[in-house]
């Protein structure tokens, strides 16, 4: 029996690392993981846009992988520097000290 | 089996265990670095669907000053114990994990549920890496989506700005 890898397969692995990645936002406490964790669904969507760009050929899945990877790099960037600033304003990065708004 | 098949096995399984390495380590900087692993990976599958210029894309942009932005942050924030787990997980990641673990069981059970992969337009003909190659990817960069290019240079101004604007240290 012959088998190939199709698009499918290229959407299954996707689906999964994206649930894993929603795993870690959901679940985890620190604010880099949770930061991670979206680096990880970011190019797990990537991942379904240049599938289908292959299966369906067609380059414009591609330039808009290229577009999401420049707004993830900017988002990285504007991320970390607020990530720095809130380490500054409370010691930690546990997001369950960050609930000054409930107070 | 042909080669193919071989080698997404071999790099789906790493970049799952390393996504979940992701996850599940208590250390940020092995979170970091399992994930270059997984990205890693992803620039290997990128090459596979012939999207030659995004999988150097990947490795540079990603692996290479993503990643390692990460690690300077980690560095400069002097971490020093690991993410407490006082008393279990909570009734909100338990949630959670429930909402994430459901989500992967409905988009399985939809992708299972589809017909076959289909044969591919092309496997590893020239016109794969035509498609994603610089060329086609540069002249349609530059034709057709000019306009958004010129908005993500904006866009990358605009956090340059904003990120010095924000982890500039205030002098009071």
Do not use: W
């Not at chain 1, 689906?15 to 680096?39: Q, W, Y």
């Amino acid at each position: 029996m012959e088998t190939t890898v199709g698009l499918n397969h290229y959407l299954i692995l996707a689906a999964l690392l994206f649930c894993i990645g929603i795993a870690g936002v959901l679940t985890r406490r620190n604010l880099l993981i949770i930061f991670m964790s979206v680096e990880l669904m970011l190019n797990s969507a990537n991942l379904t846009l240049i599938a289908f760009s292959h299966y369906l050929v067609n380059a414009v899945g591609m330039v808009f992988v290229f577009f999401t990877m420049t707004v993830a790099a900017a988002e990285v960037g504007v991320g970390l520097a607020i990530v720095v600033t809130i380490f500054r304003n409370i010691e930690s990065l546990d997001i369950r000290k960050l609930n000054v708004l409930k107070h | 089996m042909d080669s193919q098949t071989i080698v997404f096995a071999i790099l789906a399984l790493i970049s799952l265990f390393g996504g979940i390495m992701v996850v599940t380590r208590r250390n940020p900087v092995h979170s970091i670095l399992f994930l270059v692993l997984t990205f890693f990976c992803f620039a290997g599958f990128y090459v596979m669907l012939g999207a030659t210029f995004l999988a150097a894309i990947q490795v540079l942009v990603y692996a290479g000053a993503i990643m390692v932005l990460f690690l300077f942050v980690v560095m400069m924030l002097n971490l020093r114990e690991p993410e407490a787990l006082e008393g279990g997980p909570s009734f909100f990641q338990t949630l959670g994990f429930i909402v994430a673990a459901g989500m992967a069981v409905l988009l399985l059970a939809y992708f299972a549920g589809r017909p076959g992969p289909g044969v591919p337009p092309f496997s590893a003909g020239e016109t794969a890496y035509e498609v994603g190659g610089p060329e086609s990817l540069g002249m349609l960069l530059f034709t057709e989506y000019v306009f958004p290019v010129e908005i993500a240079g904006i866009l990358l101004l605009a956090a340059v700005i904003g990120a010095v604007a924000l982890a500039k240290r205030k002098r009071v």
